[in-house]
């Protein structure tokens, strides 16, 4: 038996080269891209609040999965340790210094957790695990991450809500942070233009294994 054949069994991923310039770029690209996405989500949930009326509050929850989007997103394309963090932590940084968000510095720590949250699943499957459980567990954990911070921050604890809160922000998370960015990741695989990066050259792998 070759030596070399390890390398050669498909069912056997050899380690990943170490990041690329290209791959900053576009994790750059996703981050300010979606950090103008975000305070979009901002404006709809303020509309939402207002039509929800006595509820309102709960608007919050029900449209946070869409803060989520570009950790998953960044994370499947470019397939390295972090890439999901720093694009949030991007978006983050659009949002507080270009766009004036009334967070403020404080939305740097939501942006890092619902990074580390969302790229979470990916890194523990070593990023060769990409179906709708993933997702949906990516979406799950970002969303879980903030909520019990934020929990903290609002006073959350201890109200007869807070389950309906929990629950609401945890189905947003899977649906709207989770399915929605694998939607989102197979449409871009489909057009060709992410080929060049990690997803694009593990497909080629796994069609001529």
């Known amino acids: 038996m070759s030596l070399t054949t390890p390398l050669a069994d498909p069912a056997i991923t050899p380690s990943r080269p170490p990041w690329q310039l290209k791959d900053l770029v576009l994790c750059v690209v996703l981050g300010v891209v979606f950090g103008f996405v975000y305070w979009a989500v901002v404006v709809a949930w303020k509309a939402l609040s207002l039509a929800m009326g006595p509820a309102g509050d709960l608007a919050q929850h029900v449209l946070f999965g869409l803060w989520l989007l570009v950790a ?18 991007i978006a983050a940084v659009v949002e507080v210094v270009f766009l004036g968000s009334p967070v403020g510095p404080l939305l740097l720590l939501a942006g890092f957790l619902q990074g580390l949250g969302s790229e979470l699943p990916f890194l523990l499957t070593r990023f060769r695990s990409f179906g709708w459980v993933t997702y949906a567990l990516s979406g799950l954990l970002g969303s879980c991450l903030v909520f019990f911070w934020s929990g903290l921050r609002f006073g959350w604890y201890g109200q007869n809500i807070f389950l309906g809160r929990f629950a609401l922000q945890a189905v947003s998370g899977i649906i709207l942070g989770g399915l929605l960015a694998k939607l989102l990741v197979d449409l871009l695989a489909r057009t060709g233009v992410v080929d060049n990066y990690a997803i694009g050259r593990d497909r080629l792998t796994r069609s001529v294994a």
């Open 72 to 89: 998953p997103l960044a994370s499947a394309i470019i397939r390295r340790p972090g890439a999901g963090i720093l694009a949030e932590l």
